[in-house]
């Protein structure tokens, strides 16, 4: 081949929109330490620390807590495809994309799925899943996102699992947005399954799903009639190398260097301190928020539910969506979401995510949209 390719330098962009989110050097700086092999001791000790930061992120004590190497949407496949049997009745709360995206798993999975409806924009309404759980008693598992991205909605995660609970059903959270961006509590709110990704709230590289199984949800998955039809994702598979150090044997190679950085992100959390975190997002929303009302522009979401790791403004009518957007992106470098689905043209998304969730990139946001829009 006579083309000759250069070395590609990615240009400095600040990424304010639905993830990834911008990483911080020193997560970048750890991506580039050697590689180890996959079994050798040094990596199969980091990968002990990795899961108690998990456990310490999910604020879970529950064993069954790694990062699926691949990003959230196998954390989804991966919990849907092990807790799902086919026959098995699902309630899949939906209030955007993602929620979508569950019930189709549950059909690929063999399930029967029940769709609790809510309008894109609003929480999902408790009485709907009431009605919903009163309905089909016979149902096994509730799911549901917790932070709604397509969006830019929380659902109130707490309750809907006490409701499930109360019903007999396991709960099964997307939680791809809101680790450590939002409180979330997995053993204390009743959570049997969640997954989330890398690459929004951890600021790492994408490219990673953490996921943690209760005591529950792993006697479910222990009683299948049925091998898990994915032999990549099915958990007993899966704990040959991620469970007790000295039994680890292979199963798939490791993205190690990725999971030196996923350390590096969740050490950082650690250091900050989770609450702290959560409070920093809150923060910098509300800024936002205010910085957006000086220049008149208003979010689409009521503020007792808005996300504030991710933040849906609404498109003043008359201004066009791709022509903002690429000025951001051509004149100052920052990357904003366009909306999805339903709110394609609609919205814009800001996100304020892990390690850009800071006031320099508030005040960068809304000077860059402020010179945009005049
Ligand atoms: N769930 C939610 C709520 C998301 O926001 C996303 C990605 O944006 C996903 C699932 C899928 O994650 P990934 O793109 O890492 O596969």
Redesign the pocket.
């Known amino acids: 081949m006579s083309q000759e390719f250069s070395v590609f330098n990615p240009p400095k962009r600040t990424l304010m929109g639905?993830?990834p989110s911008d990483v911080s050097p020193a997560v970048l700086n750890a991506l580039s330490k050697p590689t180890l092999g996959h079994l050798d001791p040094q990596f199969v000790s980091l990968m002990d620390d990795v899961k108690s930061l998990l456990q310490y992120a999910f604020k879970t004590k529950n064993t069954l807590t790694m990062p699926i190497s691949a990003?959230?949407?196998?954390g989804?496949e991966a919990c849907l495809a092990n807790l799902v049997e086919p026959g098995d009745k699902v309630i899949v709360c939906q209030n955007g994309v993602?929620g979508g995206?569950m019930y189709q798993n549950v059909i690929r999975c063999g399930g029967e799925a029940v769709l609790v409806e809510d309008p894109w924009g609003e929480q999902t309404k408790l009485d709907k899943l009431a009605s919903a759980l009163k309905a089909h008693p016979d149902a096994k598992i509730v799911a549901f996102?917790h932070?709604?991205?397509s969006t830019g909605v929380m659902n109130d995660a707490q309750a809907l699992c006490q409701l499930a609970r109360e019903h007999g059903c396991l709960t099964l959270v997307?939680a791809?947005?809101s680790l450590a961006g939002s409180e979330l509590r997995v053993d204390e709110w009743g959570i049997d399954a969640i997954y989330s990704?890398s690459?929004k709230c951890l600021s790492c590289v994408?490219g990673l799903?953490p996921i943690s199984f209760s005591e529950a949800a792993i006697e479910k998955i222990k009683g299948r009639k049925t091998p898990v039809q994915s032999w990549f994702l099915d958990m007993d598979l899966v704990m040959g190398y991620w469970g007790k150090g000295a039994q680890r044997a292979y199963h798939h190679t490791a993205p190690v260097n990725s999971i030196y950085a996923l350390y590096e992100s969740l050490r950082l959390v650690h250091q900050e301190g989770l609450e702290n975190a959560w409070n920093r997002h809150q923060q910098n929303h509300i800024k936002l928020k205010e910085g957006l009302a000086s220049i008149g522009l208003t979010l689409a979401v009521d503020e007792a539910y808005c996300l504030p790791q991710l933040n849906a403004v609404t498109i003043p009518e008359g201004v066009d969506d791709k022509v903002v957007r690429s000025a951001l992106l051509n004149d100052f470098n920052l990357e904003i979401g366009a909306g999805l689905g339903q709110f394609a043209g609609k919205v814009w998304r800001i996100g304020l995510m892990g390690h850009t969730s800071n006031e320099d990139n508030v005040n960068y946001c809304i000077n860059a949209l402020k010179t945009v829009l005049e």
């Open positions: 639905p993830g990003p959230g949407s196998a989804m993602f995206r996102v932070a709604e991205t997307d791809v947005t990704g690459q994408p799903s």
